[in-house]
Every structure is written in structure tokens, then in C-alpha cells.
């Protein structure tokens, strides 16, 4: 996908949410298709016209250890937010004093699920610099995630620039500190008051910044393999990032931790999906003696194309399939693989590692898999995590934190306290 377009689903089959998809973002967002000839008096999404509304009341940045951290509802002393209108287009979006929405109970969100956002996070370099990780992939797979469930679409460039201003007034004040990072979440509800099943006339676009605990799992991560349920299904909307694709596996996930593991390894038809709201990505020998690195394809639409997968196999491709790197090269692919298949690599010694990778959880080892009510266990060669996890893992943070110099590393132009 190049960095400047959006290309839309290809209709293939009975994916008519595909069609449905292009056309609505050819129609509502013209600005993304250079080719399409499309008129539209409805007015764009425009971060030019940004508002600043400073905060009177500053709230206290916690300390680090603060137990308010680890209910991740801290957020910043700013919001931004913008409407959209079925009849006049979006409304100059404004910076304000961050604060709760008022929403008729009727709101479209509340009743239909007409809800989507990002996962992201803002980061303070070893350098000092404060930057975003390839915020443009954030925002261009939040567009498709938004035409999704009938929410309006807009020029993710725009979005790009209203989070970059956010982040510049908040990042000084709560981000002192090298080496840490704030979540950012991006999100657009339905916000129309009307019943109906219809879509929505009116959307609240919103962007927030709050702390996250760590997720560091340092014994590896349990996963549950999930042989009754499913998370997402060909034709349905598994590759959107959607409020109504995390509500209903939040029980399976309970349901995973009371067994004492930490994720559901989420099957299909016994073909390995994800693992929770994560990517997941398996290391190991073929039968014929190859060394694989192999994640689960895009192509079914189920998986989501996570920012952090893509990251990792394209690092994968550039570092590790020619020998240069200090482990030795491996293969990348990406293709449906089954538990069945996990199994028998198990059983015979053929297993490497396993990791999962997102931006919540970013890269963390699995140490056991259970199937069947089997647990599998899964080698960790350096006791947390495996080699090249390990490796990845690093090159990542390296980008993240200014320790390599990279064109995924978003350096911010901060606001001078």
C-alpha cells in the first residue's frame, strides 16, 4: 500500500462489503482517488482549521508506579475532537480540555455497534525527541475501519496532522522521561440520536492519550487454544478494527485467564488466526529442514493487518533471509497453517519460538500453547523470549526510541513549556 493512497478491497466472490467499502470511499473521500471523478459539496475533514481550547485546570501527572496507571484510565489534559453531518461534512476539528461527551440515548453507537479506532503510542526517545511509529499506517487502516460500519470517511493525512498537533502540546508536559511511552487512541463513534437501523447522519471523531501498564510477560505468554469459538469469519470484518470484533471475545478471554492462561489462540475451521487482539507468528522447521518464519495471510480478510506485523515482516525480509544477520536466515511466509500442524512440530522437536506482536502487547514470547487440553510447550533460547523475537524486538525499540535513525520514527515538533 503506498504511503500517499488508499487502495480499496477488490470485490472477489460474494465480498460485498468490498464493493461497498471502494465505493463509499470514492463517493465520501474523493481526495484519497486521484483517478475517480467525484464532486462533493460536503465539506473535508481539514486539520488547518484546528481550535486550540487550552485547559484551565491542569491535571498532575502521576508518578511512575502510580497505581492509577494500571487501570489505563489516566488520560492527558487534552482531547482532540471533530463532527461529522450527513448534510454539511465535517466541522472544524478543535483541541480541547480533555473531558466526558454528552450522548443522546438514542446515539447511534449505543445500539448498532457503529464504533471503530486505533491502537498507538507515542514514545520519548532515548534522544530526547518525542516521536510516532508509522502513524500513517494508523491512519489510513482507520479510514477502512470506519467506511466498515457506515461511518464517514476522510483524508487520513488530515487525522495524521491532528494527532501530530495533540502530541506536540501534551507529549512535553507528560512524556518528560527517555525511554517511556503514552497510548493514543483515535476513534470515531456513531453519535447520531435516532433509532432505526440505518446509517448514522452524525459521527464524533475523537483522539485521546492515556497510560498503559507495561505487558511484558517475562515467563512467556499462555495461550488457550480456542477449538469451539471463533473471532472472525471469511466475508465478515475480522481485518476491521472495530469495537464489535473485541466486545464478544472478552468472555472467551476470561473465561481463558481462569484457567490460568493469558490469551485465546483464536482457531478457524483448526486454522491458527490470532492470539487475543494480537498477531501471531511461529518459528520453526519444515519436515524437510527449513528454517520458517510463518504468520497467518491477510488475504481471507479475517486477521487484522497490524502495524506491528507488517513492521516485523518487512524487517524480517530486509535482516534475516540473506545470512548477514547474527542468526541464521530464515524463510518468511505467510500462509494458513492448523494446530494440527503446531502439534506435530511440537512432537517432533521442530518448534523454535512463538511470539505474538500488537501494539498493546507488543512483541511477547509464547511459552505454551494448549490444544485439546495438551499444553504445548514452546522453547524461549534466551529464558524470556527467543532469539528472534529477541532480535526483532530490539530493532523495533531502536526505531521507536530514536536509538536508529529510521523513516517509521515520526520525530514531533513539540510545544515549548
Not at 76 to 99: F, N, Q, R
Not at 254 to 267: F, H, K, N, S, T
Request: glycine share 8%; proline share 7%; net charge neutral.
Amino acid at each position: 500500500m503506498a504511503p500517499s493512497a488508499i487502495t480499496p478491497p477488490v470485490q472477489s466472490g460474494n465480498e460485498l462489503d468490498s464493493a461497498a467499502v471502494a465505493r463509499k470511499l470514492a463517493q465520501t473521500a474523493p481526495e484519497l482517488f486521484k483517478n475517480e471523478k467525484t464532486e462533493s459539496t460536503l465539506l473535508p475533514l481539514d486539520a488547518s482549521k484546528l481550535k486550540f481550547t487550552r485547559t484551565s485546570t491542569p491535571m498532575t501527572v502521576p508518578a511512575p508506579g502510580d497505581p492509577i496507571i494500571a487501570t489505563a484510565s489516566q488520560c492527558t489534559d487534552h482531547m482532540i475532537t471533530a463532527v461529522w453531518k450527513a448534510s454539511e461534512g465535517w466541522s472544524a476539528p478543535e483541541l480541547k480540555p480533555y473531558g466526558n461527551f454528552s450522548l443522546a440515548p438514542t446515539a447511534s453507537v449505543l445500539h448498532y455497534a457503529t464504533e471503530c479506532f486505533e491502537g498507538m503510542k507515542m514514545y520519548r526517545g532515548y534522544d530526547g525527541k518525542l516521536r510516532l511509529f508509522r502513524p500513517d499506517c494508523n491512519c489510513r487502516r482507520m479510514v477502512m475501519s470506519s467506511v466498515r460500519c457506515s461511518l464517514p470517511a476522510f483524508d487520513p493525512k488530515e487525522l495524521e496532522k491532528l494527532i501530530i498537533a495533540m502530541v506536540a502540546v501534551d507529549g512535553p508536559k507528560w512524556l518528560p522521561t527517555p525511554g517511556t511511552f503514552l497510548y493514543l487512541r483515535p476513534t470515531m463513534i456513531g453519535s447520531a440520536g435516532a433509532l432505526g437501523v440505518a446509517t448514522p447522519k452524525e459521527a464524533t471523531l475523537f483522539v485521546i492519550s492515556t497510560f498503559m501498564p507495561p505487558m511484558d510477560q517475562k515467563t512467556g505468554l499462555k495461550l488457550l487454544a480456542s477449538t469451539n469459538g471463533v473471532r472472525a469469519w471469511p466475508g465478515g470484518f475480522g481485518y476491521a478494527k472495530l469495537g464489535a470484533n473485541y466486545g464478544p471475545s472478552l468472555l472467551a478471554n476470561g473465561e481463558a485467564r481462569e484457567r490460568g492462561y493469558d490469551q485465546v489462540l483464536w482457531l478457524l475451521d483448526g486454522k491458527v488466526t490470532e492470539a487475543g487482539a494480537s498477531n501471531f507468528f511461529i518459528v520453526w522447521k519444515t519436515p524437510e529442514g527449513k528454517t520458517q518464519l510463518v504468520t497467518a495471510p491477510l488475504d481471507d480478510k479475517i486477521i487484522l493487518d497490524g502495524v506491528t506485523r507488517r513492521s516485523i515482516l518487512q524487517l524480517a525480509r530486509e535482516r534475516l533471509t540473506d545470512g548477514t544477520s547474527s542468526l541464521p536466515a530464515i524463510e518468511i511466509v505467510e500462509r494458513n497453517f492448523t494446530m494440527d500442524e503446531v502439534r506435530a512440530a511440537v512432537n517432533e522437536g521442530r518448534i523454535i519460538e512463538a511470539f505474538a506482536a500488537g501494539t498493546a502487547f507488543f512483541v511477547s514470547a509464547v511459552s505454551v500453547i494448549n490444544y485439546k487440553e495438551q499444553d504445548l510447550q514452546i522453547p524461549m533460547a534466551l529464558g524470556e523470549m527467543g532469539e528472534y523475537a529477541s532480535l526483532i524486538k530490539s530493532w523495533l525499540v531502536n526505531i521507536m526510541y530514536g536509538k536508529e535513525q529510521h523513516e517509521w520514527g515520526v520525530v514531533i515538533e513539540e510545544e515549548q513549556l
